[in-house]
């Protein structure tokens, strides 16, 4: 497979997305690092083949941040990993912005309330950050919990879906 990889400017800092033949985010976030994005992919799933060039998810991002929080909703992904796993990170799709969940309703959504500790791993292993916004779910008790990019850049995602200034 040959991917595409490009780096885009944010306010939150530079946003790198990795997209495949078929135009389908594998991964994504905030770094210019393309290690640090493929990195977010198991091994097995790496693509042959990195390039620079231009990435169909470009559009949805400047779009996002110039305030269509639902721009990358639509915005094509392709996620290896169980059953639970896919069936998590579509649950983060439907998650609405400026709603976030708790870990715990994370959990009670995937039908296993009880599952907290696998819903968090749901999210620890999202690699196409922002377009599967695992951003948006929250410690019990609305702590920031874990971002794989940095508590800073979840705060300020968080704030700017909930429409209101971040304290970072």
Not at 102 to 129: K, M
Request: with cysteine; proline share 8%.
């Amino acid at each position: 497979m040959i991917a595409t990889i490009q780096t885009l400017d944010t306010p939150d800092g530079p946003f790198t997305v990795l997209e495949d033949d078929a135009r389908r985010v594998l991964a994504s976030g905030w770094t210019a690092d393309p290690d640090a994005i493929l990195a977010r992919l198991r091994p097995a799933d790496r693509p042959a083949d990195v390039r620079p060039g231009s990435v169909d998810a470009a559009p949805a991002v400047a779009a996002y941040y110039e305030g269509d929080l639902t721009a990358i909703d639509e915005v094509p992904v392709l996620q290896r990993g169980t059953e639970m796993q896919r069936a998590g990170w579509a649950a983060l799709r439907r998650i609405e912005p400026g709603h976030p969940l708790t870990y715990a309703e994370f959990a009670v959504q995937l039908g296993s309330p009880s599952a907290v500790r696998a819903a968090a791993s749901i999210c620890a292993r999202n690699a196409p950050a922002l377009f599967v916004p695992c951003h948006r779910v929250l410690r019990t008790g609305g702590g920031l919990g874990g971002f794989a990019w940095g508590l800073a850049v979840k705060e300020r995602l968080l704030a700017r879906e909930a429409g209101v200034p971040a304290l970072v």
